[in-house]
């Protein structure tokens, strides 16, 4: 019973609601920021999305995104825009052309089981580099 109290308490902080937070991460050579929700409901669809951004400007290459499988495998994936280049069993892999504006990845998912989700997004140039880092964090509530 006292579970079961506490429900009110924690829909009134909107601890069951959605939102989306904005996680950045750069280095020298690449800026990197992902919008997603870090509490997600089973069965409904959510977003996440991804910009990238060379430092150096268009001169700098190509810039490689990889989002690790483990993150996407807990969702139905309903669309990827652009389509990953590559994909294997630990990443897909896209390849966005270097641009003085930010590339964009969208992702739409919808959570497949209950729990915490977790993953990584790397962002680099092509041409090699560290890259810029973020762990993902979700949890698929029912």
Do not use: C, W
């Not at 504006?101 to 680099?124: C, Q, S």
């Amino acid at each position: 019973m006292g579970l079961l109290s506490l429900l009110p308490l924690l829909a009134a902080f909107d601890r069951f609601g959605t939102r989306e937070i904005t996680l950045t991460a750069t280095n020298d050579e690449v800026g990197l920021t992902i919008e997603h929700s870090p509490r997600v409901r089973y069965g409904l669809p959510t977003r996440v999305r991804i910009q990238v951004k060379a430092l150096r400007g268009s001169d700098a290459g190509p810039v490689a995104v990889r989002v690790e499988s483990e993150f996407l495998n807990r969702f139905a994936q309903l669309s990827l825009v652009p389509l990953p280049s590559r994909t294997d069993a630990r990443h897909h892999t896209f390849v966005l052309p270097a641009s003085d504006d930010e590339g964009v990845i969208l992702i739409e998912l919808e959570p497949e089981r209950y729990g915490p989700v977790r993953g990584r997004v790397a962002a680099a140039l092509t041409g090699g580099g560290a890259p810029a880092e973020i762990d993902l964090k979700a949890f698929a509530y029912p």
